[in-house]
Every structure is written in C-alpha cells, then in structure tokens.
C-alpha cells in the first residue's frame, strides 16, 4: 500500500475552507432557497473566516480591444479561487462549462462549483484547462 500525498493539489487549504463554509450555510439554511439567498450565506461565512473575496466580480471579454462579452462570478476567493454556486441535485454540463468559461476568462487556476442540493452540499473542483 502506498502512502500518497496530494502534493499536486491547487490551493488545498484554501479550498478546503471554502468548502467548508458551504458546508456551514447548508447546514444551517437547509435546501430549497434561491441562489441568492446562498451567496448573501456564503459571503458571511467567508467574511467570518477573514477570506478575502469579492462578489459578482465583472470581467469584460475583449476582441481587438472592443468588449464583446461580460461575465459576472459569485465570487473570487484571495485572488486565487473563482467560486460558482447553484442549487440542484446535480452539476449539468451546462454548468460545468459556464466555470470552465470563467476560468478561461479570469485567467485563474481553479475553480470550485458547489451544489446546494436536497441531499446536501456537493463540489466539483475544475482546473483551468
């Protein structure tokens, strides 16, 4: 058996804490609110573990040097973590793609889609390809 570590890992401490404060606003709210209500939850946990983030962050999407698209993510997390919340059971390809698309856009590392769902708090970590 062979010890492993993660060592390859994007921002493990830091995604583990936002996790968390997921896990934190479920448990408390439960399921079914809008996903507003679950940003508005998020942001206090975020705040009350000193995260540093902004919300609804606007990026402009340029060709040759004219905005032909805006984008708008829940959140950035330390500059580091674009943050993408929902409230399904599961995670649609549409979904997926749509953090892909900030990813691509932000020119961030990683994201963390997170699922508020019936059964409760499901993530999806995804890497900027």
Known sequence: MHNLKRNDLLYPELSFQIVGCAFEVHNELGFGFKESIYQKALALALKEKKLSFAEQVHYQIKFK??????????????DKIVVEIKKDDKFSKANIDQTIDYLKTSKLKLAILINFGKEGVIYKRLINP
């Open 65 to 78: 040097e004219q905005v032909i698209a805006k984008r708008y993510f829940d959140f950035v997390v330390e």
